[in-house]
Each structure stands twice: as C-alpha cells, then as structure tokens.
C-alpha cells in the first residue's frame, strides 16, 4: 500500500505533459494498494476516485484522469479478472453508480432538468460550473466554494469502512499504514478537484470571499441509516473504536449498504453578501408611504419611498431583490424636508457592482423622475458597517418638526414665551389610540428639547410650530394631548384646545450620510 499521505502538485489541466506525469506518480502508488482489498471495494461497486481517497492519494490528482485511464492503472498490479481479461464487464464496472460518492466524484449527476450529465475529467465539470457562473455575473473579486451532500453518502462510507476493518484488522498493511482520520472526505475531494481549474477559468483567487458557489447535491435514496433493510439483518450492532457502526455478522453488515441505480441531483447558485446602498431620502408628498402600504387588495397612497427608490437601484446592481431599511418613519400625511431621512437599500445577490460614477447618475435619474414625489441625496455605496451605524444612532437621534398648528382662541405674545422658554421638557405618552390596535399599550417618556412659535400674518389661531423631540415621540398626540394620553401637550400649556393639521419632518440629526 501506498504511505498514508502521498501528496502530489496539482496538475495544470491544460498541459497534457502535466497529466502524463501525474499518472506515472498514481502507478507508483497503485504498485503498493493492497490487491484484495481494492478487488474487494471494487466488487461493492465503490469507483475508482474513492479507492485512491480512501487510501490517502492527495490533492485530487486522479480526478484530472479519465476513468478509462484510472482503470486501467489500478488494474495494472492487482488480479481482478472482470477488469482485466473482460472489456464489456470493464466498461459495465465503469458505468455503475458508486456506491459511496453516488456518482460526485465520477462527475455524474442529474441537473435542475433532470438531464443525465457526465463529464469523465474535472476539468470538464470546473468549465460546466465557471459556464453558469459567468452567464449569472459580470464580475467577481473571489470566490468560495461549498458543497453540500446527501447524509446517504456518509453512511455508505461508515458501512464500507466498518466492513474493511473487520475483514483486514489482522492485515499489516492496515494496522500499519491505513488511518481513518487520514481519509479525504468526499466533500473535500470534490473541492481540491475542481478549485484549480475553477482559479483558472474564472481569472479569481478562491479564498473567504462575499461570494458563493454552492453546489447542492441531492438524492431520492437519501434515507437514515435505521431505516435500512441492514437494520435488520444484524444480530447484533455495537460501536466501534472509530466511531462507525459494526455487525458482528460480515454479511449482513455490508448488506447495509445502499446501493443506488441513479446519481444525485445537482444544484449550482451562487450568492453574494448583500450590496448596501444607503443615503437620505426627501418626501415631497403628502400622499406617498414610506414603504409599500396595501389593505385587502387596496394601495394606500399614489406611492412609497421604497418603490419609488429600490425599484430604481435593483437593475443598476442586477439583483435578485431589495429590502428597504430606513432611521424610523413618518405618517404618509407627513412630508420629510430640510436633510432628509437616512435609508439603505439592501440589494440581494446583486451580480453587478456598480460605481462611484454609476451611483452618482442613479441619485440624479431619482431626482429627476416626473412625478417628483421623492428625491435624495449623498447617495452612495456602503459596507455592512453602514447597517450597523444607522441602528445605533437611530435611538440617540433627534428630530425636528414644523407643525400646522389651530388653537381654539387668539394666539399672544406671553404663549410664545410660555412655549420658547420650555428645555428639555419631560412628557409622558402612552400609546396613542390612533396606533393601539398594532402597538403595546406602554408608557413613554420622551423629551421635548426646544420649541418656538411662528405666527402666521393674518391669522391669530393659527401658527407654525418649530420644535426638536426625542426620537420616537408622538408629535400629533403632543399637540393636542389625545384626551389626557399625553401630557403635558400644547393644549395644556396654553390652556385651550389645540389641534395639529400639517406637520414636517425639517431635519434627522444622525452623524450618518452627510455627505
């Protein structure tokens, strides 16, 4: 047998003379196999990529070869009459489904149409996968790749390596030389295959990267161990050394095996961190919602902020969706003027990166569109750090409003003291009557930095009123104190009846997207 670790360079795919020494070094280490054990696994219909893993040849040289090529090498030093002196039996053993990477290693499996596909080198499937990725994305920095299987797959090696070690146990070469925890994972094999050529055709490194290649295996047969007809053809099942289920009868135990007559199913996506861009958004109107707002079947005002904008960045970035996040809200009757209100735009697994340049053209064809509802600015791509930021000053923030103001008598001047020389005013807000059929019923309290009064020539009931609050207060219910619910409220200060009939959001004081 071969040492437990043999490890070679990997191949360079498109070098034939490469390939040819890459089959000298598998000969050299096919010379040391045990022939009764590699005739054995080969009976069991286990290929011959997972022969080699089994026994530790490393880096995936073998994957770079034909089967024809790896069959004919590995019968070379062993007696195996139906591979040596038969052809149609050769390409018989060839063709069967192994019965433990169920078809992953021998590049065979099912697509999403359920169209057979095999490719007999890995380079041939690396080009089927870099093919789909580059139809998907423009570009990409790096990649990752991941690999997900069938539990069958683990169950079937459990059983084969439980069946060798009570056959071999008494061999020098397995007390020896072979090791359990020295076997390449299906998983990893099928990585270190396919990565090189993968490197190569798609020009990027692999390494931790924002982007995902995830290959999803998936098979009919995939069921749990106990549920097998092995279950219960073994007297007896006990835990061995290694950790693997053993029978104390030979025959049954290797009739745990499940055999299979067709390969896995094959999924290949790719995904990507989500791409944020964030900046500050105007409402111009008074009838535009912030996000999509429908009841039974209906739409509540003209449009929302979050249509009006994500549906304008998501083809830019070629995702596959947005989420709208925002530092808090306003009512759809209330505008957002003066700096504007911070927002991101989470695009989904946008396949495009788009420029500083590109994200400047957006903010303008935004601004610019004919309804005129919305505007933004400072628009601009953010890291995830930008999420992050906006949630922890969205609690410390403060807010300025401009309120259209009626009180039930004339308006003077000692009001406009009475109002202006109140700081950082304590009030009290349970939740508003208005909202409490989706909030708790809480008591708030909340502070009301500053306020002034803005007469309004001609008019001595009504007036504007400026006012920077605590984030989270209820400015409709401060104004007219939602019978007693909030307190103090204007109308208790001035000692009349007082109601709020427009109101602004003039400014979002947050150290976030500035500029």
Not at 167 to 194: N, T
Request: aromatic letters at 6%; a negative charge.
């Amino acid at each position: 047998m071969a040492d437990a670790h043999v490890t070679t360079p990997m191949a360079d795919d498109s070098n034939p003379a490469a390939v040819v020494d890459e089959t000298k070094l598998l000969e050299y280490a096919v010379q040391e196999l045990p022939a009764d054990a590699v005739k054995g696994l080969i009976t069991h219909e286990v290929c011959v990529r997972c022969i080699f893993r089994l026994f530790n040849i490393h880096e995936g040289i073998y994957a770079l070869i034909s089967p024809t090529t790896l069959y004919s090498i590995i019968k070379k030093p062993i007696e195996v009459e139906a591979v040596t002196t038969n052809s149609s039996q050769t390409s018989e053993v060839k063709s069967n489904i192994c019965s433990i990477c169920l078809g992953v290693m021998q590049f065979r499996y099912r697509d999403q149409r359920d169209v057979l596909v095999e490719k007999d080198h890995a380079a041939d499937f690396a080009t089927l996968v870099a093919e789909s990725v580059k139809e998907k994305y423009d570009e990409i920095a790096s990649f990752t790749l991941e690999v997900s299987l069938p539990t069958l797959i683990t169950e079937n090696e459990s059983v084969i390596l439980s069946y060798m070690k009570e056959k071999y146990a008494s061999e020098v070469w397995f007390q020896e030389k072979f090791s359990f925890e020295r076997i390449i994972s299906v998983k990893d094999a099928l990585k270190q295959s396919i990565t090189h050529s993968l490197e190569t055709l798609l020009g990027v490194k692999s390494s931790v990267s924002d982007f995902r290649i995830r290959l999803t295996y998936e098979h009919v047969d995939s069921t749990s161990a106990e549920n097998r007809t092995g279950k219960n053809q073994c007297n007896k099942r006990i835990k061995s050394d290694n950790g693997f289920a053993k029978c104390t009868n030979e025959t049954s135990q290797i009739m745990d095996l499940k055999k299979v007559g067709q390969p896995c199913h094959m999924t290949l996506t790719c995904s990507t961190a989500p791409v944020y861009i964030g900046g500050r958004y105007l409402k111009l109107s008074r009838n535009v919602s912030q996000t999509r707002w429908i009841i039974d079947d209906e739409r509540k005002g003209e449009a929302s902020v979050e249509e009006l904008i994500g549906e304008n960045i998501l083809p830019m970035c070629k995702g596959e969706g947005y989420k709208f996040h925002a530092a808090g809200r306003e009512d759809i009757d209330v505008r957002m003027l003066g700096s504007g209100r911070p927002f991101l735009i989470e695009v989904q697994n946008a396949r495009h990166l788009p420029s500083e340049a590109s994200v400047k053209e957006m903010e303008k064809k935004i601004n610019s569109l004919e309804s005129n509802l919305v505007r933004v600015k400072h628009l601009q791509i953010l890291g995830s750090q930008g999420w992050s930021l906006m949630r922890e000053g969205e609690t410390e923030k403060q807010k300025q409003y401009a309120a259209l103001v009626w009180i039930s008598r004339s308006i003077n001047d000692n009001d406009l003291e009475a109002v202006s020389s109140l700081k950082d005013l304590k009030v009290l807000q349970r939740t508003p009557i208005r909202v409490l059929h989706r909030r708790s019923p809480l008591d708030r309290e909340k502070i009301i930095h500053w306020m002034k009064i803005e007469k309004i020539g001609g008019s001595s009931q009504y007036f504007l009123l400026h006012l920077c609050t605590q984030a989270g207060t209820y400015i409709k219910e401060f104004v007219h104190g939602d019978l007693g619910r909030t307190h103090p409220s204007i109308g208790s200060i001035l000692g009349c009846r007082a109601e709020i009939l427009q109101l602004d959001v003039t400014d979002v004081k947050m150290d976030i997207l500035n500029e």
